[in-house]
C-alpha cells in the first residue's frame, strides 16, 4: 500500500493501477479492499488496465447494491473489463425491467445484474399445504422473476446474471426441514431449481446458494446488517461475493483462462522425484498428504473433461519427471492429459513462453500453479500477463484455492470443450505429417480436410459466442459480443453469417470459425471475421472467402467492405484483405484500415478442403 500511494504521489499512474490489480487479486479483507478502491479513485480516469473492454452493466437488487459498485469494477479491472455501472433505486426492480422506458432500459446495458434473496420471496406455502399447492407457487414465483427477466433483455437486448437463493440461517422444524415440502429452506430449494432449469440462455444464475453452503449459511448472512442497512452479505463474506460475481461476468467475455500449468514436485505430488525416487513420492491411499495431492488430481482431471487445458513446467530432468505418469501407483492424471510438458532446468518464464507460443495462445490465457514462492514471484515480476495462484502451505488446500480464483470460471459447455485436449494432441499428429511432406500444398492434400459451412443457428450459438469472445489472433476487428447481441444478428435477415467446421484425417476440429457482416445498399460491410489459433495456414479463410463472395453474388450484391482494427495480437491478419485483392480505401493514424473490391472483380482463391452440403446455407 505504501508503494502505491508513492506511486500516486509522483504520477507514476500506470504503475500505480498495475500495483492496485495485483493486490486486489490477493486481498479478502473487504476493509482492505475498499481502500485499493479509494486509491484506484485517485489515478486518471484515463488510465486503464491494458487493453481493457468497456461494458456498461445495471445493477438491479431486493437489496442495497452500494456495497458492489466500486470493488465489482475493481474486480473486473483486474480480468481486463472496465465497466461503467447503472444502480438502480432500493428495491425498485420490478419497474426497472417491467418498463421500456425505465432509466435502466434507457442507460442500454450490455449486462444486467439482477440480485434478490429469500426475502424478496413474495408468497410462501402455508404449512400443511399439498404438493401440488406448493409447487404452483413455486412455478409462479419463478415465473414472475424470470419473466422479469424476459421483459428487461426485449428492450435492452443485454445478458442477465441472476442470483438464486441461499438458505435461511434458522430451521423452524429442525432435521425434519428436509422431509416437510411447506417447509422455508425446502421451498427455498425448490424455487431455486425452478430458476436453474427454465432459466432462458441470455439469464446466466448466480449460484448464491452454492456459494453461501461453503461459507456457511451463519458465515454469508448477517442479520444486524440485513436489518440494519438491507445489506445481504456478511463483511467477511463480501469480497468472495464478489469475486464470484465478476468471475462470471468475465466469463460471458471471454476473460476464462485457457490452460493450467502445474509444477510437479510438491504440486502434482509429495517428495521431489529426483531426490526421493519413485518410492520417496507421496500420492493416493494410505497417507494424508499423498490422498491431497490424489484429490488436487482428481480435480484437475475434471478440469481437464470440461476443456481446460493441462500442461507441466518443471525443474527436473524430464526422465525423471515422466517417471511417475508412468510406473506410479496412486497417479489419477497420466502423460496423456497434458497438452505440453517442460520438465527441464531453464527459468520457468521461458517455459511458459514456449508453452503459450506451442499452444498458440496468449500468455495471459496461462494460470501458473507451483508450490515455490519465489518461482511464483518470478513469474510475477517477468510475466505479468500470467495469471499466479498463491497455493498455501497444505496441498488439501490446492483445490478449493485453484476453485475460488475467478479465472476458470466459464458460462457455457460445448462439445467442442470435451475434446479440447484430444484436439491438440491431434494437432501434434499433423505437425508430425506437415514435416514428412516435401511441400506444403502436398500437406494439406494429403489432411483430406472436410468443411461445413452454416448460418448462425441456435444449435451453435454458445460456441459461435466462445469463439468471438476469445479469439484474439486471427481476429480483424476483435470486438466482443455477447449471445443475445449475437442471436440479434442471427435472426436479422439484413445480417449474412457463416460459422465453419472443419474434419480431416486425424479429427473433428470442430466449430472453428465465423463471419458476419451487414447488407446496406447491395453492399456488404464485414464487422467479424475470425478462426481458432488451432487451424491457422489451412486454407479456411480462403474457403469461407470464396463461399462469401459466391453468396453475394446470387444475391446480387455489388461491392464488400471490410474493417481491420489493429491489436496488439492480431498482426497476423493485418495483409488478410490485399491478399484477397481488396483495395486500401483508408487508414487512420491508429491504423484501422478500411477495405472494398467490387464482387465482379474477385477471383476465387484454389483451396484443397471439400465442402459437405449437410445445412441450410440460406
Avoid at 529426483?274 to 478440469?303: I, P
Avoid at 514428412?436 to 450459438?461: H, K, P, T, V
Wanted: hydrophobic share 40%; glycine share 6%; net charge negative.
Amino acid at each position: 500500500m505504501k508503494d502505491i500511494k508513492q506511486f500516486i504521489k509522483d504520477d507514476r499512474h500506470p504503475e500505480a493501477l498495475s500495483a492496485i490489480l495485483r493486490q486486489a487479486r490477493m486481498t479478502a479483507d473487504y476493509s482492505s479492499y475498499q481502500s485499493l478502491c479509494r486509491l484506484r479513485s485517485k489515478i486518471n480516469a484515463d488510465t486503464t488496465a491494458p487493453k481493457a473492454m468497456d461494458l456498461k452493466i445495471a445493477l438491479l437488487g431486493g437489496y442495497t447494491t452500494d456495497f458492489l459498485e466500486h470493488p465489482l469494477q475493481l474486480e473486473l479491472e483486474t480480468l481486463g473489463l472496465a465497466c461503467r455501472l447503472f444502480s438502480s433505486n432500493y428495491n425498485s426492480f420490478v419497474s426497472e425491467m417491467l418498463r421500456n422506458d425505465s432509466d435502466t432500459v434507457a442507460f442500454g446495458p450490455d449486462l444486467a445484474v439482477f440480485l434478490i434473496n429469500s426475502f424478496n420471496i413474495p408468497e410462501w406455502p402455508r404449512p400443511g399445504d399439498s404438493l401440488e399447492a406448493i409447487q404452483s407457487i413455486a412455478n409462479k414465483i419463478s415465473h414472475h422473476w424470470l419473466g422479469l427477466c424476459e421483459s428487461l433483455h426485449r428492450n435492452t437486448h443485454c445478458e442477465i446474471v441472476m442470483s438464486n437463493l441461499h438458505a435461511l440461517p434458522t430451521r423452524t422444524t429442525g432435521n425434519l426441514d428436509c422431509r416437510l415440502n411447506w417447509e422455508a429452506n425446502s421451498f427455498i430449494r425448490r424455487v431455486n431449481e425452478r430458476l436453474n432449469h427454465k432459466a432462458p440462455a441470455y439469464v446466466h444464475i448466480l449460484d448464491i446458494a452454492s456459494l453461501a453452503s461453503f461459507y456457511g449459511v451463519l458465515n454469508w448472512f448477517d442479520s444486524r446488517f440485513w436489518h440494519h442497512s438491507r445489506q445481504p452479505v456478511s463483511f467477511d463474506c463480501l469480497v468472495p461475493f464478489i469475486r464470484n460475481l465478476a468471475a462470471l461476468i468475465g466469463a460471458l467475455y471471454g476473460r476464462t483462462a485457457k490452460c493450467l500449468v502445474l509444477d510437479l514436485d510438491h504440486t502434482l505430488w509429495g517428495g521431489v522425484v529426483g531426490d526421493d525416487g519413485l518410492e520417496g513420492l507421496k500420492v493416493g491411499a494410505g497417507d494424508a498428504e499423498g490422498e491431497s495431492f490424489r484429490f488436487f488430481q482428481e480435480y484437475l482431471l475434471r478440469l481437464k473433461q470440461r476443456g481446460m487445458l493441462l500442461a507441466v513446467c518443471s525443474k527436473n530432468e524430464e526422465e525423471n519427471a515422466l517417471a511417475p505418469f508412468e510406473n506410479l501407483p496412486g497417479m489419477v492424471l497420466k502423460r496423456s492429459d497434458f497438452v505440453s510438458f517442460k520438465a527441464n532446468w531453464d527459468p520457468k518464464p521461458d517455459n511458459l513462453r514456449l508453452i503459450a507460443s506451442e499452444l498458440n495462445i496468449g500468455l495471459d490465457a496461462l494460470v501458473f500453479v507451483d508450490d515455490n514462492p519465489a518461482e511464483r514471484e518470478l513469474v510475477r515480476q517477468v510475466l505479468p500477463q500470467v495469471k499466479v495462484l498463491e497455493l498455501s502451505d497444505d496441498p488439501a488446500e490446492y483445490p478449493v484455492l485453484l476453485d475460488q480464483c475467478g479465472w476458470l470460471e466459464i458460462a457455457s459447455l460445448t462439445a467442442e470443450d470435451a475434446r479440447k485436449t484430444d484436439q491438440y494432441h491431434e494437432n501434434r499428429q499433423r505437425e508430425e505429417l506437415r514435416d514428412q511432406q516435401a511441400d506444403y500444398d502436398g500437406y494439406l492434400q494429403s489432411l483430406e480436410q472436410r468443411a461445413s459451412i452454416c448460418s448462425f443457428n441456435i444449435r451453435d450459438l454458445d460456441r459461435i459466442t466462445q469463439l468471438v469472445n476469445k479469439t484474439n489472433q486471427f481476429n480483424l476487428t476483435t470486438k466482443r459480443l455477447n449471445r443475445s447481441e449475437i442471436e440479434v444478428l442471427m435472426d436479422n435477415p439484413d445480417v449474412f453469417t457463416a460459422s465453419v467446421r472443419l474434419l480431416d484425417r486425424f479429427g473433428d476440429n470442430g466449430l472453428i470459425s465465423v463471419l458476419a457482416g451487414r447488407i446496406e445498399e447491395r453492399t456488404l460491410h464485414i464487422d467479424l471475421w475470425l478462426m481458432s489459433c488451432r487451424v491457422f495456414q489451412r486454407g479456411v479463410e480462403r474457403l469461407l472467402a470464396n463461399y462469401l463472395f459466391d453468396s453475394v453474388t446470387k444475391w446480387g450484391l455489388e461491392e464488400v467492405h471490410g474493417i481491420y482494427m489493429p491489436t496488439a495480437k492480431n498482426r497476423l491478419v493485418e495483409s488478410l484483405y490485399s491478399d484477397l485483392g481488396f483495395q486500401l480505401i483508408d487508414r487512420d493514424r491508429q491504423g484501422v484500415s478500411q477495405w472494398s473490391i467490387k464482387v465482379q472483380d474477385y477471383q476465387p482463391v484454389p483451396v484443397t478442403i471439400s465442402v459437405n452440403e449437410d445445412c441450410d446455407h440460406e
